[in-house]
């Protein structure tokens, strides 16, 4: 995959799962923060971007995710990390990819 592939599925996984129902936003990796805010990660421009908590790696004809979210107090933690694997696995159907080892992490469960 391009870079430029790489961003838009990235963007499309992430569309699709903040419309998930709980979800209430993706976390973007310590490291990928870290380096956006000291101009040394992608683009350098110091801001995150909404896709940026969604990693990508494609295994031949799969594309493996990885994406830590928060949740709201008010919904099943794991009822909405499982609704929101299977609504990458549909996105990544959209776009033409197989989805491969899909690791989602509830990173907080917030009260708002």
Not at 2 to 7: H, I
Not at 85 to 92: D, E, G, I, K, Q
């Amino acid at each position: 995959m391009t870079d430029r592939s790489v961003v838009g599925l990235a963007e499309s996984v992430a569309a699709a799962v903040l419309a998930v129902p709980g979800v209430l936003r993706i976390e973007p990796s310590l490291n990928l923060a870290l380096r956006r805010l000291t101009g040394t990660g992608p683009a350098g421009s110091g801001a995150l971007g909404v896709s940026d908590g969604v990693h990508l790696s494609a295994r031949g004809e799969l594309v493996d995710v990885k994406l830590d979210i928060v949740t709201g107090a008010d919904v099943s933690a794991l009822a909405t990390a499982s609704a929101a694997a299977v609504t990458v696995r549909a996105a990544l159907a959209l776009t033409g990819k197989q989805a491969g080892q899909i690791t989602l992490n509830v990173l907080e469960i917030s009260v708002r």
